[in-house]
C-alpha cells in the first residue's frame, strides 16, 4: 500500500462520533467557519484531494441540475463586483480631478448592471452591461480606451464564462462553459461580441475565435463593427509612441472632444483589463473580461483575458459523498458550490500560473473559502514576479477582491443598491 493511500484509510479509519473540530489558531472571517466546522471529519483534509478519484464516493463533480430550486433561488441576493485594471497607481500620481473621474466611471458602470439585476435579470446580461460601459469609457483599457500594440494597432480581447448555462436559454449545452474572442480590430464592444457568440451554439459550436473570421461572423449576426480609427485615443497613442522612443506627432486622428487626455496621460498605466462577475437571484454566476493588451506587445500576442482558466473562470460543482453528510449535517446548507473569478495585470503570469482556475479549484479540492482561495492565488503570483489582482464571487454572494499591486480599479455592488468603490490598495471600499 502506498504512503499516501495508508494516510487517507487511517483518515476515514477514525469513528465520526470522536472526529474533533478543526480549529485555527488565527481569527477567521464568517465566511471561513463553515469550511473549517466542515472538516470535523478530519484535521487532515488536504491529505484527500490527491486521491480523490480512488475513493468511491468521495468526488467533486460537476452539478447536472438545469433548474434552480424555487426555495434557495429566492434566497439568493445579487452581488455585482467589477475591476478596471490593475497597476502602479498611487496617491501621490493622482490628482483631485483624476480620481473623481476614475470612481465616477466605476460607479456608473457597477448601476448599470444592478440595474439587471434588480429587475431579476441574469447575471450574464449584468455582467455585460458593466463591462459595456467600461468599454465605452477612454478611461480603461478596453474597448475605445484600448491600448496599441507594438505596430501601432489595436487588437482588442474579451471572454464570458457562466457557472451553469442561463435558465433562459435551455438550448444551450451543460458543456458550453463559456467563449473567448480575441485579435479583433473592429469590434465595438467585444463584451457584447462573446455574449452574442455564446448564445449562438449552432453558429458558433467552439469555444475560440480570432480576428477577421470572428469579426465576420459578429457582423452576420448584427453585432456593431467599426472603423479601427475608433478606438484612437491621444493618451494611449502618445503612451505608446513614448514606449517606442518615438515621436509623439503628429497624430494620426485628431482628438476625440470628449477625451481628457490629460487625466489619463499623468495617471501610471494600469496593466490588464476591466472585467466582472455577477451573481443573480438563480445562483448562476458569470464572469465577463475585456481588453486591449499590453501597450506596445507582439502583434498577433494573445493575453490571459481570452484565455480560459488565466484571466477567467466559472463553475459550479456539488459536495458528495461524506464531505456531502457532513457539510449538510453541520452548516445545514447546501452541497452545492460555485464560484466566478476575472483577473486583471501581468497576462504572461496568470497564463503561466493559471491563476483564475486556481481559485475554483482551491475552494473545490481543498475546501478553501473563497477569500482564502483568491488571497493565496494573488500572493502566490506576486511571489513570481507576477504582478495584478483578482475579483472574485461565491453563490452565497460573497466576495473578495485581493491585489499584488499597488492599486486596483474596483467596485461592489450588493442587494442594497448602494455603489462602492476604490482604487488603491489601502483603500476601504467607499
Known amino acids: 500500500m502506498r504512503p499516501e493511500d495508508r494516510r487517507l484509510l487511517n483518515v476515514f479509519s477514525i469513528k465520526e462520533q470522536s472526529r474533533k473540530p478543526f480549529v485555527s489558531s488565527k481569527t477567521v472571517n464568517e465566511s471561513e467557519k463553515d469550511i473549517l466546522k466542515a472538516r470535523r471529519f478530519s484535521s487532515s483534509s488536504t491529505l484527500v484531494a490527491p486521491v480523490l478519484d480512488k475513493v468511491p464516493g468521495l468526488t467533486h463533480s460537476p452539478s447536472t441540475r438545469r433548474r434552480p430550486n424555487p426555495k434557495r433561488s429566492s434566497k439568493v441576493k445579487p452581488v455585482l463586483v467589477i475591476h478596471g485594471g490593475a497597476g502602479t497607481m498611487t496617491r501621490e500620481g493622482f490628482t483631485p480631478e483624476r480620481r473623481e473621474a476614475y470612481r465616477a466611471a466605476l460607479k456608473k458602470a457597477l448601476m448599470k448592471g444592478h440595474e439587471v439585476l434588480q429587475a431579476g435579470g441574469e447575471a450574464m446580461d449584468a455582467a455585460v452591461a458593466a463591462v459595456g460601459v467600461m468599454e465605452d469609457c477612454p478611461l480603461f483599457n478596453s474597448g475605445r480606451g484600448a491600448v496599441f500594440n507594438a505596430a501601432g494597432k489595436n487588437e482588442l480581447e474579451a471572454s464570458i464564462m457562466l457557472s451553469k448555462p442561463p435558465d433562459s436559454h435551455p438550448e444551450i449545452p451543460e458543456n458550453r462553459r463559456g467563449l473567448s474572442l480575441t485579435l479583433l480590430s473592429r469590434t465595438r464592444n467585444p463584451a457584447s461580441a462573446v455574449r452574442h457568440l455564446y448564445l449562438s451554439p449552432q453558429t458558433v459550436p467552439h469555444p475560440f475565435l480570432s480576428g477577421a473570421p470572428a469579426e465576420k461572423v459578429l457582423q452576420g449576426l448584427g453585432e456593431e463593427l ?169 453563490d452565497r454572494g460573497n466576495y473578495s477582491l485581493p491585489m499584488n499591486s499597488p492599486g486596483m480599479y474596483r467596485g461592489v455592488v450588493t442587494s442594497d443598491g448602494v455603489a462602492k468603490v476604490a482604487i488603491f490598495a489601502d483603500e476601504e471600499l467607499e
Open 226 to 394: 467599426v472603423n479601427p480609427s475608433y478606438f484612437f485615443t491621444e493618451a494611449r497613442w502618445r503612451e505608446h509612441r513614448r514606449g517606442l522612443g518615438l515621436p509623439e506627432e503628429p497624430l494620426p486622428y485628431p482628438p476625440k472632444s470628449d477625451e481628457n487626455a490629460e487625466i489619463i496621460l499623468d495617471d501610471t498605466m494600469p496593466k490588464g483589463t476591466v472585467g466582472a462577475v455577477a451573481l443573480d437571484v438563480n445562483g448562476c454566476i458569470a464572469t465577463v473580461t475585456s481588453t486591449g493588451g499590453r501597450t506596445n506587445k507582439m502583434e498577433g500576442r494573445i493575453g490571459d483575458t481570452p484565455h480560459m482558466g488565466a484571466g477567467f473562470w466559472a463553475e459550479e460543482w456539488t459536495i458528495n459523498g461524506l464531505v456531502k453528510r457532513t457539510w449538510r449535517k453541520i452548516t445545514r446548507k447546501s452541497t452545492r458550490r460555485a464560484v466566478g473569478v476575472s483577473g486583471t495585470g501581468d497576462g504572461d503570469y496568470f497564463i503561466r500560473y493559471n491563476a483564475a482556475a486556481s481559485v475554483a479549484h482551491r475552494m473545490k479540492y481543498l475546501g478553501e473559502s473563497l477569500a482564502t482561495a483568491s488571497r493565496f492565488v494573488v500572493k502566490d503570483l506576486g511571489e513570481n514576479d507576477g504582478l495584478g489582482g483578482i475579483i472574485s464571487v461565491d
